[in-house]
Every structure is written in C-alpha cells, then in structure tokens.
C-alpha cells in the first residue's frame, strides 16, 4: 500500500532527489518550501538537508516544533536531523564531513532492519550534533560523528546525518524504505 509522504526541503540540493527516491519506492510524494503551512493530510514527514546555520533561536527549529505536533513518523536528513536535535534541545557545533564515512550499527531498529552492521554513507554537512537531546537514542555512528542516527524512544522520529538518498550510500534505498514502511 502505497503511502503519502510529505518531504520538506529546506533548500538543499538533494531534495528533489528524496522526492525521486520516494516515488522510485512506489509512494506518493510532495515537495513543499521548508515552512509551509501544511493543510493536506500526509502519513509520514521527511525534513531535508539544506545550507542553512542553526541555533536553538532559528525560526526553522520553531517550525520543527510545530511538525512534531501532528504526531506523523518524521525523518529529518542532514540539515533535517540537526533541526529535529535542536526542537528536543540537542547540541550542535560546527564540524564539517564531507564524503564517504564507514557508519557502524550501534543499536538495531526498525529503520535499519536487513542493514549489515558497517555500510559506507555519503556526508555532505558544516554542523554536526555533538550532543543528542534527551529521550534519543544513538542507532549508528561513524569514526567522526557519534550520531548518526539517532531515534526518539517514545515517538517514530529520527534522524539522519548522512544522505541515504544518493547513490553513493549503500543501502540509502532500504533505509527510506524501512522508515516509510515501518
């Protein structure tokens, strides 16, 4: 059964790109400009990467807030997970990645159900969460980055540092799919 899935892009250059793989998935998907209002009903929420500078006070960590209200399965990649961090009061610092990163499985979940323990990501970011927000767990991390995918214990909400949706991630796909599906 297909899904509706709305995808935010906050500006980032692989958005189109999560909307490709998302209908390549046999879903229905919808780009919207990061801060919409949203009026359609959607089943799942994926915040995209984008080039923007976060703290605690930017207005997209307000709007983030606001999305977790719906009470929908959201995903936040890149610039997404470091928003989702920031909205339960995580930490970031600047701490560029850029290329591939070998990620680890810490901790099985859903998400990276038939995901082998090691797989290569691609990165593509400025800032990094150095601190997880309470109620997260760490699913994955890489030899830079403690947090790599991160989940909330109570609500399906997760994030992602790397980008799952380019082809140089090996099981990106599978990753999209699981939350999707899951």
């Not at 960590?61 to 909205?87: D, F, T």
């Not at 859903?110 to 150095?130: C, G, M, Q, R, Y």
Request: glycine share 8%.
């Amino acid at each position: 059964m297909s899904k509706k899935v709305l995808i935010l892009g906050p500006g980032g250059q692989y958005n189109h790109l999560i909307l490709r793989r998302v209908t390549e998935l046999g879903h229905i998907g919808i780009l919207k400009e990061f801060g919409e209002e949203i009026k359609e009903d959607f089943d799942v929420i994926i915040i995209g990467g984008g080039p923007a500078r976060l703290n605690e006070n930017s207005k997209e960590v307000s709007y983030v807030k606001e999305l977790i209200k719906l009470n929908k399965p959201i995903l936040g990649i890149c610039l997404g997970h470091q928003l989702i961090s920031l909205a339960f009061n995580g930490k970031l610092q600047q701490y560029p990645s850029f290329g591939p990163q070998t990620i680890f499985i810490k901790r099985k979940d859903k998400i990276l159900e038939n995901i082998p323990d090691k797989f290569t990501a691609w990165e593509s970011h400025n800032d990094t969460v150095i601190k997880i927000p309470k109620n997260f767990v760490i699913l994955a991390y890489s030899e830079k980055n403690k947090a790599e995918i991160i989940k909330h214990r109570t609500k399906k909400i997760y994030g992602i540092q790397f980008h799952p949706e380019v082809n140089e991630t090996e099981f990106g796909n599978l990753i999209l799919k699981n939350f999707i599906e899951s």
